[in-house]
């Protein structure tokens, strides 16, 4: 294990006797979500877990150190902490030297799970392949192509190139498996017109195929899509407006690079008066509960 890597004491003993993990990543505490929800709806997540007797560990970047499992103090501090950064994968060492606290995304996420040992990871949605420009591709995309984890999610963010990015998962061979669905969930919406190429309704067989999977020594990820509850959704039709309208701002306003997801959330919310952000705490607890139970079975 790396020597920046700090295991919290829960997560420390869970490892060593054994028990479930499952990693949970932190730039929803500190990009994506607006305080107070975003201390809430951390600690709801982490409760989730714990209840199916699965250990959360949130990963973040704190005081030079790669943290595995956070205290409710830390949380509570990152929740509060204003100068947070957010980290990819590439700001990792950076960072670290720096000893500034950073949310990790979900390529970041990735790789210090996986160098901590653990297997599954929950999250809302992964990046992808952005809009108008085939070049702008999220590092989470390449680091599901070469870390060996399984990652549940509602399907990428729909601010993004949902058919890219599927072709670009096709092309690295990461498997994409609809849970109870046909459909490419759309994040606030439980459905898309893009079919995914797999599709498993039992969360046994699931199990059976993540061990089959890691077992033939694949070197890539798996990305299991889970649709946000049709109770918390909000439709295609509704939503898609509101994100049309965020793109043209961000592109007037020359909005680029890591920091056009945080800016089209934003603005989303706004335009759908925070209706989006409530579906976006639903899907995350639902992928939570779905990625605790599976970590149970694994």
Not at 20 to 33: D, K, N, R, Y
Not at 72 to 85: C, F, G, P, S, Y
Not at 126 to 155: F, K, N, Y
Request: hydrophobic share 45%.
């Amino acid at each position: 294990m790396l020597t920046q890597i700090e295991l919290s004491p829960e997560v420390s003993i869970a490892m060593s006797v054994k028990m479930p993990v499952l990693a949970l990543e932190s730039t929803l505490i500190t990009h994506g979500l607006p305080y107070p929800e975003n201390l809430e709806t951390a600690l709801a997540a982490e409760q989730i877990a714990r209840e199916q007797g699965v250990v959360p560990a949130t990963i973040a970047l704190m005081q030079g150190k790669i943290k595995i499992g956070l205290s409710r103090e830390e949380l509570t501090m990152l929740a509060n902490d204003k100068q947070a950064v957010k980290a990819s994968r590439r700001d990792i060492a950076y960072l670290l030297n720096q000893g500034v606290n950073a949310g990790t995304t979900v390529a970041a996420t990735l790789f210090c799970a996986h160098a901590a040992g653990i297997k599954l990871f929950a999250t809302g949605g992964i990046g992808g392949v952005h809009r108008g420009d085939g070049q702008d591709i999220s590092a989470d995309l390449i680091e599901l192509a070469r870390t060996p984890m399984a990652v549940v999610c509602a399907g990428a963010k729909a601010i993004l190139d949902l058919p890219k990015t599927l072709e670009f998962l096709e092309t690295f061979s990461v498997p994409v498996i609809g849970y109870d669905t046909d459909k490419l969930p759309g994040f606030y919406s439980a459905f898309t017109h893009y079919d995914v190429p797999a599709r498993i309704d039992d969360i046994n067989e699931l199990a059976r195929f993540l061990d089959t999977h890691w077992r033939l020594g694949s070197s890539t990820g798996v990305l299991i899509t889970n649709p946000i509850p049709l109770e918390s959704e909000i439709p295609s039709s509704l939503i898609q407006p509101a994100i049309d309208k965020a793109i043209a701002l961000a592109e007037e306003n020359n909005i680029t690079g890591n920091a056009m997801t945080p800016f089209l959330l934003a603005e989303v919310a706004k335009t759908t008066a925070g209706r989006s952000l409530q579906a976006n705490i639903h899907l995350i607890k639902n992928n939570v509960l779905l990625a605790a139970r599976l970590a149970k079975m694994l």
